[in-house]
């Protein structure tokens, strides 16, 4: 699958290109989780100016990217591949988030010269727990009536009782678009849904990435376990691991301090 990705870049010029490029300036892309765009990381990549430029990509089936027949951690990862080498001619850092780490992973695993150094956050290279969660979520989404939406607020109270976590809930509703026939969801919901099991899993790979590797993990998350350390240091052999405390599942937005901290510690941004 060659797919191209809708991308924003923080920092830089007009022209795609750090203003500090040539002297060593990092570049980072960010790859966003499940129901995410990468307009989710905009105010951590503001917070690495001006050391580093960044940009955030739509994946396949999410924000402004296209929609795809089937969802395929591969052909996922090659398309952010496919992204990277139309923006730099260096290798990039590459940070990813849950659903979005996992393609990181595969990203470093299958196109290793395109990535200096790889960030996982709360995630981890085997099947993945909160399928039911995630599950329930899309059931949600799917059920709002988009034909009675005057107004975001219309689609938040019909979501109010399947998901009562205000935080949640707004998180999700980014993915409500107005257009001049009505709203509706930018996120490929019935794909995504169909494709689950997929998106919980993780292909099985034989390569590794001997780069550094940092793993973010949130303190109240149970994503990345003991249990997981073993297939970790396999494909990710250079791999440092940093708990975040008092962050869940969605580390950058609960604790963006602190994650920007560790980021600019590993990838030496002073």
Not at 32 to 41: K, M, T
Not at 55 to 60: C, F, M, Q
Not at 241 to 268: M, Y
């Amino acid at each position: 699958m060659t797919t191209a990705l809708h991308t924003t870049q923080v920092g830089g010029d007009t022209e795609g290109r750090s203003d500090d490029e040539s002297a060593g300036g990092a570049r980072i892309v960010f790859v966003h989780g499940l129901f995410g765009q990468g307009r989710n990381f905009t105010q951590i990549a503001k917070s690495l100016l001006p050391e580093a430029t960044s940009l955030l990509l739509d994946l396949p089936d999410h924000g402004r990217s296209p929609w795809t027949e089937q969802v395929s951690y591969e052909g996922m990862a090659d398309a952010v591949a496919d992204t990277i080498r139309a923006w730099s001619s260096e290798p990039v850092e590459l940070v990813g988030h849950s659903m979005g780490g996992k393609v990181a992973m595969l990203v470093a695993l299958r196109h290793p010269e395109l990535v200096d150094r790889l960030v996982v956050v709360d995630i981890a290279p085997d099947d993945s727990d909160g399928a039911g969660e995630f599950e329930h979520l899309l059931g949600s989404l799917a059920a709002v009536d988009l034909a009675t939406i005057e107004r975001r607020s219309d689609a938040d109270e019909q979501l109010r009782g399947p998901i009562p976590n205000d935080t949640v809930r707004g998180f999700l509703l980014q993915n409500l678009r107005s257009t001049e026939h009505g709203y509706t969801w930018q996120a490929n919901l019935d794909l995504l849904r169909r494709d689950l099991p997929v998106i919980a899993g993780f292909p099985h790979v034989d390569t590794t990435f001997d780069h550094p590797v940092l793993w973010v993990a949130g303190e109240r998350s149970d994503y990345v376990r003991d249990d997981h350390q073993a297939e970790m240091r396999r494909l990710f052999p250079a791999t440092r691991l940093v708990t975040i405390k008092g962050a869940g599942h969605w580390v950058h937005s609960e604790q963006p301090a602190a994650f920007v901290s560790a980021l600019r510690v590993f990838l030496a941004l002073r």
